[in-house]
């Protein structure tokens, strides 16, 4: 059984920085790509970046590009999400995905608030 846990989430002013992560249980990180994604209110989830488990190459969307690292510890089998010059439109709820073998899995959620 595979989970995804995510914690590090939190209220932080604009321009400071907070980091994600997310604990994978069940299968080994190594051989996982691994994604995040966010959500803000009354938006779609979206895509924010992404760390390949066999490249290692990373992926972002636009918005966060420049501010943000994915990176991962297969040691520890957690992925992380550096967030720094945060905006108040990064203000969202923040999920890890996983697929494997054509199944999605998506951790709980963390909820990331920037105030202004």
């Known amino acids: 059984q595979v989970q995804l846990v995510e914690s590090g989430g939190g209220l932080v002013q604009a321009g400071g920085s907070l980091r994600l992560s997310c604990l994978v249980s069940g299968r080994p990180l190594s051989s996982i790509t691994m994604r995040w994604f966010r959500q803000a209110p009354g938006k779609e989830r979206e895509f924010v970046a992404s760390n390949t488990w066999s490249s290692g190459s990373t992926s972002y969307v636009d918005s966060v590009k420049g501010r943000f690292t994915i990176s991962r510890d297969n040691a520890k089998n957690t992925v992380y999400l550096q967030m720094n010059s945060l905006k108040p439109e990064d203000t969202a709820v923040y999920y890890c995905?996983?697929?494997?073998?054509?199944?999605?899995?998506w951790g709980q959620g963390t909820q990331v608030t920037v105030s202004s």
């Open positions: 995905h996983a697929r494997i073998n054509s199944l999605d899995y």
